[in-house]
């Protein structure tokens, strides 16, 4: 039985609770939330004891590994903390707000050489692999990613909308994005992005973005985000390919690819992170586990270069970032 606890109980950790309420040979032993109700609401649910100070929660006896689902501004202590008692620990994106503090944490990761996984779910869709196998080999020309939603209209005042507590669209939410255009067509070398406020004036963070990428195997790409978009969710997290004389069109569970005249699709899930980090956490094998912590850091640099180029009104490469 590996005992879980969760850091974090608001609604991206209330799926990762009931999914793990849902595997067998996993327990939730503890949830923990600054916000006294929510850990109250999901102790009850679970069954568990309920913490408002995560480092209580850490005292527990019989944990084996924990979850942590927070806003990226609270990431920092409650992961050194989870590191100083040396458990596994799966964590949400983005990893942190800044770099120095992703790679504070990092730096004790590697120390510490303990498992870690990052909630960038969608590496996990069977279309990554139809994916990846129709890449493997070919030399790739353009890489376009989207994202275009309506989850900044709303109380201006939640953290999600203010620039200084999320980051923006950029590095809060599109970062799915920045990690499945690295995850396909590999690593992302230099960025130059504008954005503008249109019409969610009632928000600090810009409302749309638009950037160009250059990638280390030679390919260009473009990005886009908006979160003023109304119509929908289907816009969001698509990746274009076109790689030599055919193209891909890749989403979670949908994958089109296009080639000599003929259009061929793959719709398939694949399994849940939830089931994949209890399985190496169980086994100590880390092998199926495709975004660990480091990996992580890499996909945050990309979206605070494309902030970094858009404030700064130039092209800023990657590695300016560390």
Same mark, same amino acid.
């Not at 939410?173 to 009632?202: F, P, S």
């Given at each position: 039985?590996?005992?879980?606890?969760?850091?974090?109980?608001?609604?991206?950790?209330?799926?990762?609770?009931?999914?793990?309420?849902?595997?067998?040979?996993?327990?939730?032993?503890?949830?923990?939330?600054?916000?006294?109700?929510?850990?109250?609401?999901?102790?009850?649910?679970?069954?568990?004891?309920?913490?408002?100070?995560?480092?209580?929660?850490?005292?527990?006896?019989?944990?084996?590994?924990?979850?942590?689902?927070?806003?990226?501004?609270?990431?920092?202590?409650?992961?050194?903390?989870?590191?100083?008692?040396?458990?596994?620990?799966?964590?949400?994106?983005?990893?942190?707000?800044?770099?120095?503090?992703?790679?504070?944490?990092?730096?004790?990761?590697?120390?510490?050489?303990?498992?870690?996984?990052?909630?960038?779910?969608?590496?996990?869709?069977?279309?990554?692999?139809?994916?990846?196998?129709?890449?493997?080999?070919?030399? !790739?020309?353009?890489?376009?990613?989207?994202?275009?939603?309506?989850?900044?209209?709303?109380?201006?005042?939640?953290?999600?909308?203010?620039?200084?507590?999320?980051?923006?669209?950029?590095?809060?939410?599109?970062?799915?994005?920045?990690?499945?255009?690295?995850?396909?067509?590999?690593?992302?070398?230099?960025?130059?992005?504008?954005?503008?406020?249109?019409?969610?004036?009632?928000?600090?963070?810009?409302?749309?973005?638009?950037?160009?990428?250059?990638?280390?195997?030679?390919?260009?790409?473009?990005?886009?985000?908006?979160?003023?978009?109304?119509?929908?969710?289907?816009?969001?997290?698509?990746?274009?390919?076109?790689?030599?004389?055919? !193209?891909?069109?890749?989403?979670?569970?949908?994958?089109?690819?296009?080639?000599?005249?003929?259009?061929?699709?793959?719709?398939?899930?694949?399994?849940?992170?939830?089931?994949?980090?209890?399985?190496?956490?169980?086994?100590?094998?880390?092998?199926?586990?495709?975004?660990?912590?480091?990996?992580?850091?890499?996909?945050?640099?990309?979206?605070?270069?494309?902030?970094?180029?858009?404030?700064?009104?130039?092209?800023?490469?990657?590695?300016?970032?560390?």
């Amino acid at each position: 039985m590996v005992n879980i606890g969760f850091i974090g109980c608001g609604g991206n950790a209330r799926g990762h609770i009931k999914r793990v309420q849902e595997l067998p040979g996993a327990r939730i032993v503890g949830v923990c939330d600054v916000v006294a109700d929510l850990a109250r609401r999901a102790a009850d649910e679970v069954g568990c004891p309920a913490f408002t100070d995560h480092r209580a929660l850490l005292d527990l006896k019989d944990l084996h590994a924990v979850v942590i689902s927070i806003p990226v501004f609270a990431h920092g202590q409650p992961e050194m903390d989870v590191l100083e008692r040396g458990l596994p620990f799966m964590v949400e994106k983005p990893v942190a707000l800044d770099m120095a503090t992703a790679q504070q944490i990092e730096a004790r990761v590697k120390e510490s050489g303990l498992l870690t996984a990052v909630g960038y779910q969608l590496r996990y869709g069977a279309t990554v692999d139809v994916a990846r196998r129709l890449l493997e080999g070919r030399r !790739m020309g353009l890489v376009n990613g989207r994202y275009w939603c309506n989850s900044g209209a709303g109380d201006p005042t939640r953290w999600l909308r203010q620039m200084a507590r999320s980051g923006g669209q950029l590095v809060e939410q599109a970062t799915h994005t920045v990690d499945m255009m690295r995850c396909l067509a590999g690593e992302v070398t230099e960025v130059y992005c504008a954005w503008t406020n249109q019409v969610l004036k009632d928000i600090d963070c810009p409302d749309f973005n638009a950037a160009t990428l250059r990638f280390a195997n030679g390919a260009v790409g473009t990005l886009t985000a908006s979160w003023a978009y109304a119509q929908g969710w289907a816009n969001t997290n698509i990746v274009d390919i076109l790689f030599e004389d055919r !193209m891909l069109t890749w989403s979670y569970g949908k994958l089109t690819f296009y080639r000599d005249g003929r259009v061929e699709e793959t719709s398939a899930d694949g399994p849940g992170i939830d089931d994949v980090f209890l399985e190496a956490v169980r086994t100590g094998e880390a092998g199926k586990i495709r975004s660990d912590y480091s990996d992580a850091v890499r996909s945050l640099a990309v979206s605070l270069a494309l902030n970094r180029s858009a404030l700064e009104n130039r092209p800023v490469s990657v590695s300016e970032l560390g």
